[in-house]
C-alpha cells in the first residue's frame, strides 16, 4: 500500500515525511534527497510475539510513503496541479492532506496567513474542479464516439459518467457517491482526485496543543456530510523527537501529552479508514504481521501469504491474539481446545494467529 503527503508549499510535508522514516526504523533512514521509502508499521502485538518466540526475526507489515510535491499556488492564486503531481497520487491508494496550522514567520505560506479551514476547502475545491473537467471531456468523447459506433464499452460508460457529472455538479467529491461493483469496474482505469480515500493531517506547532481540540471540531462541522478524518500532529517538535532514543523520546511525550507517535497515530487512522487489519503468523523461522481487508476469509488471507496457499488451501489453524497470549503458549492453546480449525470461508479476525495447511 502507498500513502502520498501532499498539500500546499510549506505546510510540513518533508518534515513530517521525515518523522515518519525516523520513528519507522526503517532501513533507508536519513538519505536527505529521498522522497519515498517504505515503512515498518508499528505493531506492539508483533513485538510481544517476538518476545514470546524468539525468532531469528521479526518482519513488520509494511507501507511505502511518498512525498509528493508538485502542488504549487501559481500567480493567479489557484492551485496548479502539475502532471507530475497528478502521476505520482495515480499510483497512491490513499492521502495525506498536510494542512498548515503551525505559525512561523520564517516559513511564508503561500496564501500569507495561517487558515487550516481555507487551506482544506481550497484543496478540496481545485481537486473537484480536476474531476470536473475530466468527467466533462470524457462524457464529451463519449458522446462524439457513439454517433460513430455504440460500442459496449462507450454504452457502459454512458449512464455512469452522467450519474458522475450530476453528483460533482453538487460540488460533493467523488467518494461520497455510492457506486455498485459494476460502476467501480467502469471507472476502474480512471484516476479521479475527489475518489481516493483521503486523512487531513492538521500540523500544529508544539504552543498551540490548546487549540487542537477546537480546530478538529471546527473542521468536522464544516463537512457534516464527509465525516473527514482528522488527525493533528506536531511535525516539527515530533521530528526533533524521532531523533532521540525510544526512552528519551517518551520522557518527552509523555510531559507533552501524546502516547503514541504521529508514525502510530497516523498508520493507526488509515487502517481504520481504509478497513485494514493485521493477522500473524508465528514459528521459530520468523514472527510476522500481515495486512488484510476486514471480512477477508481464512483462503483469501492465506494468498496473501502466497498464491499457492490459496490454491492449495486445506485448513487454517487459529487462536485470536489475546486468547495466546492468555495460554502463553501453542501447546498450551491446544490443551484448553483455543486452538482452532477453520475452513475456508472463516473471517478472519483482527489479531488472528494464523498457521495455514495446504497441499
Ligand atoms: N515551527 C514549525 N515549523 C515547521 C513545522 N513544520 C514545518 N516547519 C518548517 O516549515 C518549513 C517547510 O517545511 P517543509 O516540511 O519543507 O514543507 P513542505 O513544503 O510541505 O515539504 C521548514 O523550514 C520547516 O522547518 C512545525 O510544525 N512547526
Ligand atoms: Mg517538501
Known sequence: MQIGLIGLQNSGKTVLFKTLLNSSGSAAQGKA?????????????????????????QVNATLEIDDVAGLQVGDDGKIRITSDFLNKVKNC????????????????????????????????????????????????????????????????????????QEHVNKELPIRLLSLDENEKRTLSGYQFLTLKPMIRGINFDENSKDKVGSMVKQIEDSFPEHKPTIVPFFAQFEFELSSLSKEEAEVFMQDFGITD????????????????????????????????????????????????????????????????????????????????????EYIVKDGDILNIRHN
Open 93 to 164: 491508494d490513499a492521502l495525506l492532506h498536510v494542512v498548515r496550522q503551525f505559525e512561523n514567520d520564517a516559513v511564508p505560506h503561500p496564501e500569507n496567513s495561517i487558515d487550516p479551514l481555507r487551506d482544506i476547502n481550497f484543496l478540496e475545491t481545485e481537486f473537484l474542479f480536476s474531476d470536473m473537467a475530466m468527467i466533462e471531456n470524457r462524457l464529451e468523447k463519449i458522446k462524439k464516439d457513439m454517433l460513430k459506433s455504440k460500442t459496449d464499452q462507450l454504452q457502459r460508460e454512458l449512464p455512469v459518467f452522467t450519474k458522475l
Open 261 to 344: 507517535s504521529a508514525l502510530d497515530r497516523i498508520l493507526g487512522s488509515f487502517y481504520n479508514m481504509l478497513g485494514l487489519q493485521s493477522f500473524f503468523t508465528v514459528g521459530e523461522d520468523e514472527c510476522r504481521a500481515w495486512t488484510i481487508t476486514k471480512g477477508m476469509t481464512a483462503q483469501e488471507s492465506a494468498g496473501v501469504i502466497h498464491t499457492d496457499f490459496y490454491n492449495k488451501f486445506i485448513r487454517a489453524e487459529v487462536v485470536g491474539y489475546e486468547d495466546f497470549i492468555n495460554h502463553g503458549s501453542i501447546a498450551k492453546c491446544k490443551d484448553a481446545g483455543a486452538w482452532r480449525l477453520e475452513g475456508k
Open 33 to 57: 534527497d529521498q522522497t519515498r521509502t517504505v515503512v515498518k508499521v508499528p505493531d506492539q502485538r508483533l513485538n510481544k510475539l517476538t518476545s514470546i518466540f524468539n525468532p531469528k526475526k
